[in-house]
T-cell receptor, first 112, second 114 residues
Framework: DAEITQSPRHKITETGRQVTLACHQTWNHNNMFWYRQDLGHGLRLIHYSYGVQDTNKGEVSDGYSVSRSNTEDLPLTLESAASSQTSVYFC???????????FGQGTRLTVV | DQQVKQNSPSLSVQEGRISILNCDYTNSMFDYFLWYKKYPAEGPTFLISISSIKDKNEDGRFTVFLNKSAKHLSLHIVPSQPGDSAVYFCAASLYGGATNKLIFGTGTLLAVQP
C-alpha cells in the first residue's frame, strides 16, 4: 500500500544545531507539504512543493528550508534550531482530488 | 490573520447524541472545504469535504453543511460514538483544490462521553 512516512518520530536537539526531518511518500504525488502543529495555532504551513525542483514558502517559513530533488522526498531543514521551533511537524502529499492530502504520522521535535 | 477559524477549542457530547463542530472563514475565494480528524500521536486523516457549489455533503454518520453567504461551515456527527473522540480540523483551499494548499483552523477537541 502507498504511504507517507516521516523520520525520526522523535528528536531532541540543541539550540543552534542544524536539523533535517525526512519525509518519504510512495503515492507518487506531485504535491508535498510541511506543516507544524502548535497548541492554539492548529496546523500552519511551512513550505510546499508542486513538483521536482519546485519549492515555495508557506506562512511560517522563517528558519526552515526544503529541497525537492525527486518525487518521493521532501526533507525539511532547520538551519539553526531555536526553542520556538519546538513543535510537532507533519508532512503531507496530495494530487488533485479537491485538495485532499495524506499526512505522515508526525515528528515531535524538541529544541533545548 | 487567521483565515480559517474554529472558535470552540473543545466540545463534550454524550454518546448517541449529535456533535456539531463549527468553522468560519474570511476569504471568499476559498472554494473547497475539508474536515480532518486527528488522534493523539497520529497524523490527521481526511474525513469529508465539500465544494463551494454545494451546500451539503453526507457520508454515513458525517454531514458537512456550507453557508457561503455567512462564510460558515459545520460538521454534524450523528450518532456520536466514543471512537469519534479526537481533534477535528477544518481546512480550506483555493481553485477547486488544484493548488492543494490547505489552510487549517485551530482545531476542536471533541470528547464523546459513554
Amino acid at each position: 500500500d502507498a504511504e507517507i512516512t516521516q523520520s525520526p518520530r522523535h528528536k531532541i536537539t540543541e539550540t543552534g544545531r542544524q536539523v533535517t526531518l525526512a519525509c518519504h511518500q510512495t503515492w507518487n504525488h506531485n504535491n508535498m507539504f510541511w506543516y507544524r502543529q502548535d497548541l492554539g495555532h492548529g496546523l500552519r504551513l511551512i513550505h510546499y512543493s508542486y513538483g521536482v525542483q519546485d519549492t515555495n514558502k508557506g506562512e511560517v517559513s522563517d528558519g526552515y528550508s526544503v529541497s525537492r530533488s525527486n518525487t518521493e522526498d521532501l526533507p525539511l531543514t532547520l538551519e539553526s534550531a531555536a526553542s520556538s521551533q519546538t513543535s510537532v511537524y507533519f508532512c503531507a502529499s496530495s494530487e488533485g482530488d479537491g485538495g485532499r492530502a495524506f499526512f505522515g504520522q508526525g515528528t515531535r521535535l524538541t529544541v533545548v | 490573520d487567521q483565515q480559517v477559524k474554529q472558535n470552540s477549542p473543545s466540545l463534550s457530547v454524550q454518546e448517541g447524541r449529535i456533535s456539531i463542530l463549527n468553522c468560519d472563514y474570511t476569504n471568499s475565494m476559498f472554494d473547497y472545504f475539508l474536515w480532518y480528524k486527528k488522534y493523539p500521536a497520529e497524523g490527521p486523516t481526511f474525513l469529508i469535504s465539500i465544494s463551494s457549489i454545494k451546500d451539503k455533503n453526507e457520508d454515513g454518520r458525517f454531514t458537512v453543511f456550507l453557508n457561503k453567504s455567512a462564510k460558515h461551515l459545520s460538521l454534524h456527527i450523528v450518532p456520536s460514538q466514543p471512537g469519534d473522540s479526537a481533534v477535528y480540523f477544518c481546512a480550506a483551499s483555493l481553485y477547486g483544490g488544484a493548488t492543494n494548499k490547505l489552510i487549517f483552523g485551530t482545531g476542536t477537541l471533541l470528547a464523546v462521553q459513554p
